[in-house]
């Protein structure tokens, strides 16, 4: 079981930059591949980015590649999104997923725990 909580949303401009954080509960965090998504109101959960266990590869949105970077810091169980050069179609809630299989997935159905999701508006 894994618990996981994100944090670093909020309201900017655009072209403004945030870094979200996800904490992960356990001690199992290297065992997941850890992806973020995306949910605009109306809209199906989209696949922003996913960084495989060891934090060597990394896979991206066509919409955000060249703007957003995912890392992880195993030790301290957290996952990252730098979110640069925002844009106002960058606004949604942003969930941090956990997969125990896979390595790099993109769809929501190959991870097994989310969490609570934070808000990111960016206004124009």
């Known amino acids: 079981q894994v618990q996981l909580v994100e944090s670093g949303g909020g309201l900017v401009q655009a072209g403004d930059s945030l870094r979200l954080s996800c904490a992960a509960s356990g001690r199992t965090f290297a065992s997941y591949a850890m992806g973020w998504f995306r949910q605009a109101p109306g809209k199906e959960r989209d696949f922003v980015a996913v960084i495989n266990r060891s934090g060597g590869r990394t896979d991206y949105a066509d919409s955000v590649k060249g703007r957003f970077t995912i890392s992880r810091d195993n030790a301290k169980n957290t996952v990252y999104l730098q979110m640069n050069s925002l844009k106002p179609e960058d606004t949604a809630v942003y969930y941090c997923?956990?997969?125990?299989?896979?390595?790099?997935?993109?769809?929501?159905?190959?991870?097994?725990?989310w969490g609570q999701g934070t808000q990111v508006t960016v206004s124009s």
């Open positions: 997923a956990a997969a125990l299989r896979g390595v790099l997935p993109a769809y929501p159905t190959g991870y097994d725990y």
